[in-house]
């Protein structure tokens, strides 16, 4: 059971910069996911840890050991590869029972952890067949199960599920945190899916661009994007956010949208925050939580996505474009003027010169 | 379980959806290929069946009649029980397995310890690259030539060792009975060294690398990771490489029959040398089929070995 630290971590690759300093504590047991887009140093960040790649300049501490130069064979960590990495001319007792053997451990010791490993993961009628010739499932569980053997303190894994279909990984996620929840270890899970991080993580990293963006439950995450990239970000569809101008009225502080209208009043603490800021700002509100009403902001419909248990309205064009999610159905078509409204409670506004949320008190 | 299901519903429905056309394509191209089928196998197969046929007479190209008529000369297998009981040709055979025995894993070795090293990078890779493949490109009869001068009792190999060791050297490397099968073969590492190192690199190559990363993630050092990860991926690769170089190796002539001629005496005298020999000196021809053939016989069961390999290999993807 281990802790992790990175502290002021930076990596370059000659004159890219992978990462411009994280600072990031994770405790120990927590499984926390690094969520973002592909190249915003999410893998290197894990590649780090495991001591794969050398940070240019920070630290990073296993509790309280300093990891620097330590060789990632000593380092204690488990590490799912996105393939699995499993050694295919193996069987899967092989694969199994590699770690201990590598490190000398008795021919009767290494039997009685495989069996114990094996028998956890349900792959105990499996341990003879060779490994090229198993399911996804199956190649994930002997990668867990392999790295498991060592007793590791920190579990790393590495977008496990992107290469498996949309299906299985509904299956695969619901596997993987009741593996977490038997190992108790900490980990840390590398995913550019929204879903995983969302399902599976106590908490979220979001990274774009090597920088940190937001640490958080995924809730907080959801419900109060730190800034515009995660608002964009975390959703599907991401939140919806339109440009304006904060406006007094005689019914409190509303944000002037131009063309659109003017919002309704903000609630009290918010606009008190809102009052401190000059020029524009981002008014955000999450699609789901948008209801139709008599008073609002009116916008043409100008697509409709029906999937089932979710409608989805596309309002408006360009930069006032606005996507609404509904359940079920709902009896807008193409052409039509619809009046949505945000709840009050569920707007954010965002500064539009640094992208950062104002946050209410 | 239900992965294996799923499989299984695969291959069903890959064979019932699999279409009638390519077996009709298959049999029209073997038909419009079939010409030139003959014609290979014509070519293939003629002179084996010839080479069999001379083997059984003594017919020799000076014996006044045409090779198909050496039927008149027939001998009964009486050249395959001279061959049992030829000493020249058993220790022939003998020197080339010795040859064979030394060259083959030295060259192995050597390849597989540069192709580690070419794996990963190091300044001036590049370079050293195309100087380790030159060997391989050299004419094996001027390098024959090259090797030749080398070995002279006052030639440069017995001026560096006269050099290490500070009193002057001149070995007869070439003339001593003792010595000479060490030049040659010393040659012949030279040579195919760089074919074993080319080929081991491409299957080094190969091994996928986050299997390599795992292994050292379980702890594994860098010999156990070469030991339980890069050899086992490589065994295809490996049996391909040993089985061209004992083939290849078992045919040695040219760079040899430069540098000693076979001899002083017998002492190089490994069996094309031999057969070489026989052909231009003794010239019965009938004797010198029936040896080829033995040799074919023994490559035949290597090369069989290789492919058996090499179709498993195809069979598994790595």
Sequence with gaps: MSAIHLQNLVKKFGDFTALKTMDLEIADGEFMALLGPSGCGKSTTMNMIAGMEEPTSG????????????????????????????????????????????????RAEIDRRVGAIAEMLQLSPLLDRKADRLSVNILQRVAIGRSAIMEPAIFLLDEPLSNVDAAFRAVMRTELKQLQRQFKQTMVYVTHDQLEAMTMADRIAVMDHGVLQQVGTPL?????????????????????????????????????????????PLPDELATALRAVRGDVLYGFRPEQVTLAERGLSMPVSFVERIGARTIVHLGEGESAVKAVFENDVGLSVGQTAVVAPPASSVRVFDAATGFAVRAG | MSAVTATVSEDKMGARTKPAAPDEGARLGFRLTLPAQILVLFISAFPLLMQLYISVTDWSPLSGVGWWNAWEMWNSFANYTDLAADTRFWSALQRTAIVMLVCVPAEFLLGLALATLFAD????????????????????????????????????????????????????????????????????????TPLMFLILLAGLVGVPEDQMKAATLLGANAWQRF???????????????????????????????????????VATETISV????????????????????????????VAVYAMKHMAKAREVPA
Excluded at chain 2, 235 to 251: C, G, S, W
Excluded at chain 2, 278 to 293: E, P, S
């Design chain 1, 59 to 106: 630290k990073i501490l296993f509790g309280e050991r300093d990891m620097a130069g330590v060789p990632m064979g000593r380092r204690g960590v488990g590490f799912v590869f996105q393939n699995y990495a499993i050694f295919t001319h193996m069987t899967v007792r092989q694969n199994l029972a590699y770690g201990p053997r590598m490190r000398g451990a008795a």
């Design chain 1, 220 to 264: 907080e995450v959801y419900n109060n994007p730190a800034n515009v990239f995660v608002a964009r970000f975390i959703g599907a569809p991401g939140m919806n956010l339109l440009k304006g101008r904060p406006a007094e009225s005689d019914r409190g502080l509303v944000i002037d949208l131009g063309p659109l209208g003017v919002t309704p």
């Design chain 2, 121 to 192: 990078d190091f300044p001036g890779k590049r370079i050293f690259y195309s100087i380790l493949l030159m060997p391989m490109m050299v004419v094996p009869a001027v390098a024959g030539y090259m090797f030749f001068m080398l070995f002279q009792s006052g030639g440069p190999v017995n001026d560096i060792l006269s050099r290490i060791v500070g009193t002057p050297i001149t070995i007869a490397w070439l003339s001593d009975p003792n010595l000479s099968l060490i030049a040659v073969m010393v040659a012949d590492i030279w040579q195919w």
């Design chain 2, 227 to 265: 030991v339980t990860i890069v050899l086992p991926k490589m065994k295809t690769i490996i049996i391909i490489a040993l089985a061209i170089r004992v083939i290849e190796n078992f045919k040695i002539f040219d760079t040899l029959y430069i540098m000693t001629g076979g001899g002083p005496g």
């Design chain 2, 274 to 301: 031999y057969i070489y020999k026989v052909t231009t000196q003794d010239l019965i021809w009938g004797y010198v089929a029936a040896i080829a053939l033995a040799i074919l016989i023994v490559l035949s069961v």
